[in-house]
């Protein structure tokens, strides 16, 4: 039994890569997250956080890019190149975690709000509703002024104000799972809620919900960097922060047009790659888009 699944299993990684392959954007989106992620991931082997201080920057203020250093310096003279690499652990840090708590609480409201009707469901959507109207952006610089700049403040920031509209997404995929046949069949076999829940709802909705999170990591690295720009940062260095400098030590005026561009560039190759990877993603796991391709 154990081999079957297991060759099931493969059998369907085989297929979903075979469809996956042929979106060129999306096999650019995953070697490109890729690279990023592991980049990061082994930052502390090669540099570590020293490289952000200000009492250790070396070189010559507002450097131009050139052999010694590839992205010239920032009003410190330290490195752009070495500060991007280890601010990509702040941003990719607080983007996933904090697309994780959204993706929670979304899936959370979605299901139960799609699956229990009368006044549970009713009150559920209308909390999910008034979080939906709220400025999220506005909201999230509220919050984390108010509980202090951290990394932990900026995730709960994000993921407490974009999780709305996942919960949309999933009570309606929860509501059209729920009107099919065997569904019935199982209520009348006597299945619980939790079995309803975690054996039909659940599987159907994973794929829609796989495809969704790499949409809301794009957003939360961009709602990172704008609340950072803002000054609501986590006190650590991440891309958002170094915009967020450039403008404050005037790189524009002093023609440091590196340190705009590259902090910026980095933010926007990645964001794109989980755009080009959440919908590859949803072309393949979505059977009418796949249908209709």
């Not at 954007?25 to 020293?50: H, K, N, T, W, Y």
């Not at 690499?85 to 983007?95: E, K, Y």
């Not at 794929?207 to 960097?225: F, Q, R, Y």
Request: no cysteine.
């Amino acid at each position: 039994m154990t081999s079957l699944s297991t060759a099931r299993r493969r059998l369907a990684l085989s297929r979903f890569w075979a469809e996956y392959r042929h979106h060129r954007g999306g096999v650019i989106g995953l070697a490109v997250l890729v690279v990023s992620v592991l980049l990061a991931l082994v930052a502390p082997l090669f540099i570590s956080e020293d490289v952000t201080s200000v009492v250790n920057g070396v070189g010559e203020k507002f450097a131009a890019p050139s052999l010694s250093e590839p992205f010239g310096t920032d009003e410190s003279g330290r490195s752009i190149l070495l500060m991007v690499w280890w601010g990509s652990r702040t941003s990719l840090l607080i983007g996933f975690l904090a697309a994780l708590l959204s993706i929670v609480i979304g899936l959370v409201f979605g299901v139960a709000a799609g699956h229990f009707r009368g006044w549970l469901g009713a009150t559920l959507m209308r909390i999910t509703d008034w979080f939906l109207v709220l400025p999220s952006l506005v909201t999230a610089l509220v919050l984390s002024a108010i509980l202090g700049g951290s990394t932990f403040t900026i995730i709960m920031a994000i993921g407490i104000t974009t999780w709305p509209s996942t919960a949309r997404l999933i009570r309606a995929q929860t509501l059209a799972v729920e009107a099919r046949p065997y569904i019935e069949r199982s209520r009348a076999l006597g299945a619980g809620h939790w079995h309803i829940t975690t054996r039909h709802v659940l599987p159907n909705v994973a794929p829609l919900l796989l495809a969704s999170t790499t949409l809301e990591v794009a957003s939360a690295i961009v709602t990172e960097s704008t609340l950072a720009f803002l000054g609501a940062s986590s006190n650590k260095t991440s891309w958002g922060t170094m915009l967020r400098h450039s403008y404050d030590y005037g790189a524009a005026n002093e023609g440091a047009w590196w340190y705009i561009l590259i902090p910026g560039l980095a933010i926007l190759v990645v964001v794109m790659a989980f755009t080009f990877v959440g919908r590859a993603l949803e072309a393949v796991l979505n059977p009418r888009l796949r249908r209709a391709a």
